[in-house]
C-alpha cells in the first residue's frame, strides 16, 4: 500500500507562485512513479506532472511547461510540485497519484495510488 498526502495548495495572485507538496508513504520500488493532476469544477481530470522516483525522469504537460518544475526530496519521501507564473485557468483541486506499472504516464487511470487534493485558487 501507498499512502499520499498533499499540502500546500492556497489562494494566490496570478502570476504568484505555490508549492505543493506530496508525502508518500509505503512501499516503493526501482518502477515507482508519482504523478499530479488536477481538476477543475465541471472538467475531468487533467495530468500535470509525473516523475519516476529512482532515475528522476519527468514528464509535463504542455500547459504548464516552462511554469511548473516537479522535483523530489529522497530524505522525506516527499515530491514537489513548484508552480510559478499561475494563471487563473490553473485554479483546481490538485491531486498527487502513483503508479507502479507505467511510469511517468499521463493517463490517470494508470495510477493505482491517490491522495485527498488540495486547492489551488488563482485570481485575477
Known amino acids: 500500500q501507498v499512502q499520499l498526502v498533499e499540502s500546500g495548495g492556497g489562494l494566490v495572485q496570478a502570476g504568484g507562485s505555490l508549492r505543493l507538496s506530496c508525502e508518500t508513504s509505503?512501499?516503493?520500488?526501482?518502477?515507482?512513479?508519482v504523478g499530479w493532476f488536477r481538476q477543475a469544477p465541471g472538467k475531468e481530470r487533467e495530468f500535470v506532472a509525473a516523475?519516476?522516483?529512482?532515475?528522476?525522469?519527468?514528464n509535463y504537460a504542455d500547459s504548464v511547461k516552462g511554469r511548473f518544475t516537479i522535483s523530489r526530496d529522497n530524505a522525506k519521501n516527499t515530491v514537489y510540485l513548484q508552480m510559478n507564473s499561475l494563471k487563473p485557468e490553473d485554479t483546481a483541486v490538485y491531486y498527487c497519484?502513483?503508479?507502479?506499472?507505467?511510469?511517468?504516464?499521463?493517463?490517470?487511470?494508470?495510477?493505482?495510488?491517490w491522495g485527498q487534493g488540495t486547492q489551488v485558487t488563482v485570481s485575477s
Open positions: 497519484a502513483a503508479n507502479f506499472k507505467y511510469g511517468i504516464t499521463s493517463v490517470p487511470a494508470s495510477y493505482n495510488y
Open positions: 509505503g512501499r516503493t520500488f526501482s518502477s515507482y512513479a
Open positions: 516523475m519516476r522516483w529512482s532515475a528522476g525522469t519527468t
